[in-house]
């Protein structure tokens, strides 16, 4: 049974770090591609980055490049989102998921449970 | 760009509902159709277009092919009542519709 668990949210000042976790188990790990996405409280969801099964690739959306890093310990299951310098926007519930395909294809299959960051003063 | 509609509806138990997914250039029937009910993470419901995912129930439906696709379900059901979304994957950089929630 395919399982993802993120842990990592919580509060956090603006301008504050976090580094979310994202632990999984029951399919190949690093033959599938990963993402992240978001959904800021009582708002649609928002895909923010992905990266591929080896960590060679990785994409991120327009409101979090260069900002937002997404990176994986094959070793370990477990995909990370570092998130430096934190501004109120980026409240919301992190989920992670996998892709349903080889070679980064397909939708998105399985999802986390989610944890929810907020950034407040 | 995925732009849904409507962005909210009212319907009752055993009515046919339908929502539409435009996407601002072809992608090809790289489309999926989520359900999210509240407080809970998305559900994949259809993949392809209009391929169901294992266990969804054959009352779901997806059609559609271009730039216009479409989410239909039949016979409404309670457990039916939650917010759907679509999404592309024709490109790397994926993109969610806004989302459409199913009311009573």
Known sequence: ?121 | QMTQSPSSLSASVGDRVTISCRASQGIANALAWFQQKSGKAPQLLVYAASTLQSGVPSRFSGSGSGTEYTLTINNLQPEDFATYYCQQYYSSIRTFGQGTKVEI
């Open chain 1, 1 to 121: 049974e395919v399982q993802m668990l993120e842990s990592g949210g919580g509060v956090a000042q603006p301008g504050e770090s976090r580094r979310l976790s994202c632990a999984a188990s029951g399919f190949t790990f690093n033959a599938y591609s990963l993402a992240w996405v978001r959904q800021a409280p009582g708002k649609g969801l928002e895909w923010i980055s992905s990266i591929s099964g080896s960590a060679i690739t990785t994409f991120y959306a327009d409101s979090v490049k260069g900002r937002f890093t997404i990176s994986r310990d094959n070793s370990n299951s477990t995909l990370y989102l570092q998130m430096p310098s934190l501004r109120p926007e980026d409240t919301a519930i992190y989920y992670c998921a996998k892709y349903q395909g080889y070679h980064g294809s397909g939708s998105f299959d399985y999802w986390g449970q989610g944890t929810l960051l907020t950034v407040t003063s």
